[in-house]
């Protein structure tokens, strides 16, 4: 099984600031077949990125996603207030299980 | 509109069985395979089953892997998570979703493990 592990846990930041959310697997992903999700309280995940580094439909462009290997990243642009909630990063190389990272926390100051 | 709209959760005792089901609109379910998730109170994201568009391919996670079974009606456009000989720690938001990485996915439905 591989294993994600995300750093920081939390972030306190303020808005227009830029954010790197890191994950780091295990072993190395084949094809780069890592995705990205925001969950805000309340409410289901929302997919933001897909295979480490594309959009999904309708997410801003001020979220970007890269890394290959054992090493991806999730990076916000330009902080807005709507942007707070926890962010996960999932594989989905090979058989499953196909888990989650513990989640990062991104709070406003 | 792309909609799963989930129903089935509640309060069960240890021992007890739940099933949980998925209703699709919007988009032709057959050509999708589909993934449920939990969300323990509190905690993060597990995976935890996978259903081909046609129902032949499974997977599950270890967690639940001889207790859960999933499966699919297509004629209904329905997902289904039959669980069984549920335990305290089953205690959950379960999730069902299009696809993985999950593009779609239903409002959530809480299912209580408790005596």
């Known amino acids: 099984e591989i294993v994600l592990t995300q750093s920081p846990g939390t972030l306190s930041l303020s808005p227009g600031e830029r954010v790197s959310l890191s994950c780091r697997a295990s072993?190395?992903?084949?094809?780069?077949?890592i995705a990205w999700y925001q969950q805000k309280p309340g409410q289901a995940p929302r997919l933001l990125i897909y295979d480490a580094s594309n959009r999904a439909t309708g997410i801003p462009d001020r979220f970007s996603g890269s890394g290959s290997g054992t090493d991806f990243t999730l990076t916000i642009s330009r902080l807005e207030p709507e942007d707070l909630g926890i962010f996960y990063c999932?594989?989905?190389?090979?058989?499953?299980?196909?888990?989650f990272g513990q989640g990062t926390r991104v709070e406003m100051k | 509109q792309v909609h799963l709209v989930q129903s089935g959760g509640g309060l069960v005792k240890p021992g007890g069985s739940l099933r949980l089901s998925c209703e699709a609109s919007g988009f032709i379910f057959s050509d999708y395979y589909m993934t449920w998730f939990r969300q323990a109170p509190g905690k993060g994201l597990e995976w935890l089953s996978y259903?081909?568009?046609?129902?032949?391919?499974?997977y599950y996670s270890d967690s639940v892997k001889g207790r859960f079974t999933v499966s699919r009606d297509n004629a209904k456009k329905s997902l289904y998570l039959q669980m069984n000989s549920l335990r305290v720690e089953d205690t959950a938001l379960y999730y069902c979703a299009r696809s993985n990485p999950a593009r779609i996915w239903g409002q959530g439905t809480m299912v209580t493990v408790s005596s």
């Open positions: 072993q190395s992903i084949s094809s780069r077949y």
């Open positions: 999932q594989h989905y190389s090979g058989p499953p299980p196909w888990t």
């Open positions: 259903i081909s568009g046609g129902g032949d391919t499974v």
